[in-house]
């Protein structure tokens, strides 16, 4: 969503700039003066927030309304759920979120270039993801396949050109010199770097470096296929975990309040006007009244649904952590 600073007039007359999103501005204004905090709260005219004049507190915040406040000064009193923010009325719970996803995607790239354990290689060790490891595996999985797909086996008597690829028990041997090769095969070797002569065509085992905390290593072509399907699946659990701990920050800031007659799902949660989150083990239908809602209750009888206290919303966003996909 992109925000712009636009001059607006109050039904009083007076300018003043607040925010417009996406070139839509607020249309509905509420004039409160308290004293010498006089301002003005910018609102979406079709959303059921209620100021009351009385405490001079938010009593009702639609859930998942922006709402922008904008002033000379800040209000005299805002309850604990809204602070004065560069010059807007803001939820506390929405500068509790950003910090702590920005937190946990860090994690995420930690963890990604950390790297995860394999027993592909000898030593088992930890490959290395840097930006540069990661697009030489990736480079590495596309030549492999291709190896895999095109070389052919070794033929006695044959005449190979140089560069050519040959497989055999397996594994996978290139020539740089090229030749006929002989009537017998010959002792491929097991290792890497180590020349086989086959009639003056001369053999090496193919495969590439890949970075781990041993130091570099070397890789065949079916151990690159396999590292390159290990790292994907690697990659895509960080993001899945990601993914799945931003959409509970995000959910945990938009939680609906309390409703009456209102069905409840298993685990279904709801917050209260200071913040405190409810939650239902087994769900069911709420009662027709309100009941008592307190952080101190051991349980809540309410309609069908019993509801417990799980903790404020800060809490439980900032007690979102992540942990460590190997």
Request: hydrophobic share 40%.
């Amino acid at each position: 969503m992109s925000w712009q600073l636009t001059n607006l007039t109050a039904p009083d007359g007076s300018t003043y700039q607040t925010l417009v999103s996406n070139g839509i501005s607020w249309q509905s204004f509420v004039s409160v003066n308290r004293g010498k905090y006089p301002y003005w709260l910018v609102y979406d005219p079709n959303s059921d927030i209620i100021w009351n004049s009385t405490t001079d507190l938010t009593t009702i915040w639609p859930v998942g309304m922006e709402v922008v406040g904008v002033s000379v000064a800040p209000p005299a009193n805002l309850n604990g759920n809204f602070v004065w923010y560069n010059g807007a009325i803001t939820p506390v719970i929405s500068l509790k979120q950003n910090p702590q996803i920005a937190m946990l995607s860090q994690a995420c790239q930690d963890n990604i270039i950390a790297g995860f354990s394999t027993t592909l290689i000898s030593p088992s060790g930890t490959i290395t993801l840097s930006q540069t490891d990661q697009q030489n595996n990736q480079l590495g999985l596309t030549l492999a396949a291709q190896i895999i797909a095109t070389a052919t086996p070794w033929a006695s008597g044959e005449v190979v050109a140089a560069d050519s690829i040959r497989t055999y028990a397996g594994d996978y041997y290139v020539t740089f010199n090229g030749g006929t090769c002989g009537t017998t095969t010959p002792a491929f070797p097991s290792g890497f770097s180590v020349k086989v002569d086959d009639n003056g065509v001369l053999w090496e085992k193919y495969g590439w470096p890949v970075g781990t905390n041993y130091g570099i290593t070397f890789v065949t072509p079916r151990q690159g296929v396999m590292l390159g399907s290990q790292g994907a699946a690697f990659i895509a659990n960080c993001r899945i975990q990601f993914q799945n701990l931003k959409a509970r920050v995000q959910a945990l800031g938009t939680l609906p309040y309390w409703s009456a007659s209102s069905p409840v799902a298993s685990g279904g949660e709801i917050v209260d006007l200071s913040g405190n989150v409810y939650v239902s083990a087994a769900g069911g239908v709420t009662g027709t009244t309100s009941p008592t809602f307190s952080p101190s209750a051991s349980a809540i009888n309410d309609g069908s649904v019993v509801w417990t206290f799980e903790g404020t919303q800060t809490q439980l966003i900032q007690e979102l952590s992540w942990t460590q996909v190997t």
